[in-house]
Nanobody
Framework: QVQVVESGGGLVQAGGSLRLSCTASGITGSGFSFYPMGWYRQAPGKQRELVAG???????TYAESVKGRFTISRDNAKKQVYLQMNSLKPEDAAVYYC?????????WGQGTQVAVSS
């Protein structure tokens, strides 16, 4: 069973930066490299939304709200996905999750909390 663990969240002032990491386990060999991956976020009272995605060949896509500020990347050898978040805004505050995109997601991890003070 595949598990994902997110880390790197915290409290930051508006305009600051954070780098989130996600590690997948339970995938044998090079299987992780075949999956397109993404970072999602869920703010209180709102639905979970996809904010960034990366394909197996590292093509990336971003939600309009984070374009130009967030950068997604991956290290297939380490089975990790990263989200560099710059110029953070109060509206970026949420619990951030990583998971597959375009296919049925794996079980969701606990996520990592991002708080942004104005």
């Amino acid at each position: 069973q595949v598990q994902v663990v997110e880390s790197g969240g915290g409290l930051v002032q508006a305009g600051g930066s954070l780098r989130l990491s996600c590690t997948a386990s339970g995938i044998t060999g090079s299987g992780f490299s075949f999956y397109p991956m993404g970072w999602y976020r869920q703010a209180p009272g709102k639905q979970r939304e996809l904010v960034a995605g990366i394909t197996r060949d590292s093509s990336t896509t971003y939600a309009e709200s984070v374009k130009g500020r967030f950068t997604i990347s991956r290290d297939n050898a380490k089975k990790q996905v990263y989200l560099q978040m710059n110029s953070l805004k109060p509206e970026d505050a949420a619990v951030y999750y990583c998971n597959r995109i375009r296919v049925t997601p794996w079980s969701w991890g606990q996520g990592t909390q991002v708080a942004v003070s104005s």
